[in-house]
């Protein structure tokens, strides 16, 4: 697994998908090929309310990538430094084999190019202390990047608020 | 005439790399960007972090600009001149010239004819409309129109009517709010960038949302509490909100009485009008209303009736709109942060405005042809109401206009029923469009005039009011790709071959954004820096004790209304219940995704793929009984004329309506991505040019009902 981790805060997401066309202008990326994608859920009736889960799907660059080990030509890398895996497109023979192994749907067919194509954090742009596209550019930042253990901890914050607010009110409610 | 090319701004095309601050023009909102360029080509595009509420962020749209620049050929390229009939598809290539040449001179005739008054324009208002202002005033016609009767006027004409100032003479604080109460204002869908991220930030600060709307949008998937309101009914549950608040004395007492007129005669109109009486129409139980006020009583004055955006809804959207800002009075949450506050300009914070081209221009004598300001007193004659403009068509009352020149406006798509308007047209001798995209009305019109893209023009300067008031710059980043020309020159060039070129004696934009900003104090050089000059270094608020300024007759909140009575309105008028839908009958209701404008983003390229089709919504315990399965084809029809479209079942969706996605259903052929792909609901609304709400003059669009069967 890459050091790298891609979080997304469904709380903060709005689904507006810029997401996916930042990702796609920045790669010079036409119709069809998807480097991430933010798939949407619901509206589901949770007590009454509309609720709706985003799930935001880049690639997440394993530890042992399905891709790597079955790219008959050696054009999917993997980074030594920070495990980021990436296609090497003079390498990319079009076979599609990486398309057919990653169970993510991660590699994606560039019909312009005839290779595979698919998310590599924007590596030049981390190499150059930046943030992937679809990251920097976010609507609401609702995505962050960053090596995985120092990444924030918000859904422990929040649980934390809960458990607090409710020990207050317990408390403040109390004789 | 001999072709004078349009001066690019110095600099652009010049090989290596730069950074443009701009302003995004994907819509309407027109956000702060940087464009990254590299050897005459945008390679980046990104919100413009110099503006903190901004940051990097961007929408999809926003982003696609790159697609539009690059990808999408299938827009006008040169000026088109129409050879066969309107919407046969016919044209011809033409030179800017000839051209400009062909409408000058139609309009040379229609003036001839009519006087300088028989020409229209409509445009969609906003920051830069002070050329087309110019131009139709240096003409010496009355008749600048916005779009807004299929957009605002009801809102605008309600917070008028309390507070003296428009709809955008009033802000919200949302970032401070701790509640927020949304009538359909779909914000994190019908986006404005810096606004969505006011209001996430606002829920992640512990912030609650109450979100009243037929339809769950994704914004209602954020709420803390969802109503599914019976359509066109939010008037009642406002009057039944204020019934509450004033019976219970919940709220703000000293700043009423210290701010506003007419809370007696409120209070006894509002006497029977309890949360009981109010859910027979809405279908909102009486004691979640009782709890919810007051609930947002303690919240107050940190709280926001959103009183709306879109409310070209209903026959009463007017009083909907104006009793959620009577609401906001109530509640003391005005000029307070986290309420609503009212936008200042520079004088209001005792800078110098920037200068106006309309300013250079004698005042115009004729009337309006709309009536707005003389007939109709109570509607404001700035933006006029478009839908008066055809009847007098017909009629000839008050007089004739022989010239319509759309400019990033498309009245067949944003009016209802484009086919009974085009018959209006087509009685015109001259229709022009002045677009970056095939427009329906573009493709009925006699010439296209293509404007060259937002990345590839520089517009007039504009100011942008709020609590921190501000000059903004669209700097061109790049050169056309197409022979495509920017609108300043565009105007100055037929205003020449008009005889009225000494208003726009401009030989670039340069020399434009140094006359608008004589004796401000700001340079081009320093709104090029950052895009943008904060006119206060913090939000200005004014002192809520003596210094609030209600532009109203009498200085103060308006519950009774001398404007309104001497149109011979109410201040508050009998709620008038819509018909429940009962068989095969429901009411229309559109609205919009986060990945479209509007209807002008459908053919582009990268926006086409994410969402490039409308199913329409339809309730389970509706379809059910009309054999409609999720997903099977239905009919939709209307006065004679029927669509097919694919039927979405889901329980999100008011039992008596049906809704879809504006925008789709384009019928211009070129647009070969969008062409035909999925179902518009302006066609559907049919006899609908006329019906509008007399108090607010906006359409009623959700008056339409239809009718729906399995296809």
């Known amino acids: 697994m890459s050091k790298y981790y891609l979080l997304q805060d469904s709380e903060r997401c709005i689904g507006c998908l810029a997401c996916e066309v930042h990702c796609k202008t920045n790669k010079g990326l036409g119709v069809g090929p998807a480097l991430c994608k933010n798939t949407w859920v619901g509206p589901v009736d949770v007590k009454g309310l509309p609720r709706v889960r985003f799930v935001f799907m880049p690639c997440f660059h394993c530890e042992e990538p399905w891709c790597f080990k079955v790219c008959p030509s050696g054009a999917i890398k993997k980074r030594a430094s920070d495990g980021i895996v990436y296609i090497e497109p003079a390498l990319c023979i079009g076979c599609k084999s990486c398309i057919t192994a990653c169970p993510w749907g991660s590699c994606q067919w560039d019909p312009v190019t005839q290779k595979a194509v698919k998310c590599d954090y924007c590596k030049d742009r981390v190499d150059a202390g930046l943030k992937p596209a679809c990251v920097t550019k976010c609507l609401t930042q609702c995505l962050e990047f960053g090596e995985a253990v120092k990444l924030p901890d918000y859904r422990r914050d929040r649980f934390a608020k809960l458990v607090a607010e409710h020990a207050f009110s317990t408390e403040t409610t109390s004789p | 005439m001999k072709s004078i090319k349009a001066p690019n701004v110095s600099g652009v095309g010049s090989p290596g790399r730069r950074s443009v601050f701009s302003m995004c023009g994907m819509c309407a909102t027109r956000c702060p960007i940087q464009v990254e360029v590299e050897d005459g080509r945008v390679t980046w595009i990104q919100g413009n972090s110099h503006d903190k509420a901004m940051g990097a962020s961007l929408c999809a749209k926003g982003a696609a600009g790159l697609s539009l620049e690059y990808d999408d050929d299938q827009r006008p390229q040169y000026p088109l001149i129409r050879t066969g009939p309107r919407g046969a598809g016919q044209w011809r290539r033409a030179g800017w010239d000839e051209a400009l040449d062909y409408v000058a001179d139609k309009l040379k005739s229609v003036i001839d004819k009519y006087g300088g008054k028989g020409v229209v324009l409509s445009d969609r208002g906003g920051a830069f409309s002070d050329l087309t202002k110019s131009f139709v005033k240096a003409l010496g016609s009355p008749n600048y129109f916005t779009h807004d009767c299929t957009c605002g006027s009801n809102a605008h004409h309600a917070t008028k009517s309390l507070f003296g100032v428009g709809r955008t003479g009033m802000s919200y604080d949302f970032k401070n709010s701790k509640h927020i109460v949304l009538y359909g204002r779909n914000i994190i869908e019908s986006l404005q960038v810096k606004e969505a991220k006011d209001f996430i930030q606002a829920l992640q600060n512990g912030a609650k949302c109450t979100y009243i709307d037929p339809r769950a949008t994704l914004t209602a998937g954020k709420a803390a509490r969802y109503w599914q309101i019976r359509p066109n009914t939010e008037y009642a549950l406002n009057l039944s909100i204020i019934n509450v608040l004033l019976k219970e004395n919940l709220y703000d007492r000293d700043f009423v009485t210290r701010w506003s007129i007419g809370l007696d005669e409120l209070s006894s109109f509002v006497m029977d009008k309890t949360p009981e009486w109010q859910e027979t129409y809405t279908g909102i139980p009486a004691r979640e209303v009782r709890s919810f006020v007051n609930e947002i009583a303690n919240d107050a004055p940190k709280a926001i009736f959103h009183a709306g955006w879109m409310t070209a809804r209903h026959l009463q959207s007017f009083y909907g709109s104006r009793t959620a800002h009577a609401i906001n ?383």
């Open chain 2, 329 to 711: 009075a109530l509640l003391g949450a005005i000029e307070v942060p986290g309420g609503s506050i009212f936008a200042k300009g520079a004088k209001d914070v005792g800078k110098k405005g920037l200068n106006n081209l309309t300013d250079r221009i004698p005042a115009v004598k004729d009337p309006r042809v709309d009536g707005c300001g003389w007939k109709h007193t109570h509607f404001d004659p700035g933006p006029g109401i478009l839908h008066l403009l055809f009847p007098a068509i017909e009629t000839g009352d008050p007089y004739k206009v022989g010239a319509y020149i759309a400019y990033r406006h498309d009245p067949l798509s944003s009016l209802p029923d484009p086919e009974a308007t085009m018959k209006l047209l087509d009685r015109l001798e001259l229709l022009v469009s002045i677009d970056v995209n095939y427009s329906e009305a573009a493709w009925r019109s006699d010439v296209i005039l293509p404007e060259s893209t937002y990345l590839e023009r520089a517009n007039i300067l504009t100011e942008k009011t709020g609590p921190k008031p501000s000059f903004l710059m669209r700097d061109q980043a790049v050169s056309p790709r197409f022979d495509s020309r920017p609108a300043w020159w565009i105007f100055r060039e037929l205003a020449r071959r008009l005889g009225v070129g000494e208003f726009f004696d401009f030989e670039n934009v340069e020399e434009i954004w140094n006359y608008q900003l004589e004796g401000t104090g700001v340079t081009v050089a320093q709104l090029r820096e950052k895009g943008q000059i904060s006119l206060a270094d913090k939000p200005v608020l004014w002192d809520r004790e003596k210094g609030l300024k209600f532009k109203t007759p009498s200085g103060k909140i308006e519950f009774t209304s001398s404007v309104l009575k001497k149109a011979g309105l109410d201040d508050f008028v009998e709620f008038a219940p819509p018909k429940n839908m009962e068989g095969d009958e429901f009411r229309l209701l559109f609205g919009r995704s986060a990945v479209h404008n509007h209807a002008h983003t459908m053919n582009n390229p990268l926006l086409n793929e994410l969402l490039d089709y409308n199913p329409i919504w339809i309730h389970p315990s509706r379809a059910e009984k009309l054999g409609i399965a999720d997903g099977s084809l239905i009919e939709v029809s209307r006065q004679g004329y029927a669509v097919k479209g694919l039927a979405k079942v889901t329980p999100w969706i008011h039992r008596d309506a049906v809704f879809m996605l504006h925008g789709f259903g384009r019928t211009v052929p070129l647009q070969k991505r969008a062409y035909n792909k999925g179902t518009a609901d302006q066609r559907l609304q049919k006899g609908m040019l006329t019906v509008y709400d007399p108090a607010g003059g906006g359409h009623a669009l959700c008056e339409c009902t239809v009718h729906v069967h399995p296809a």
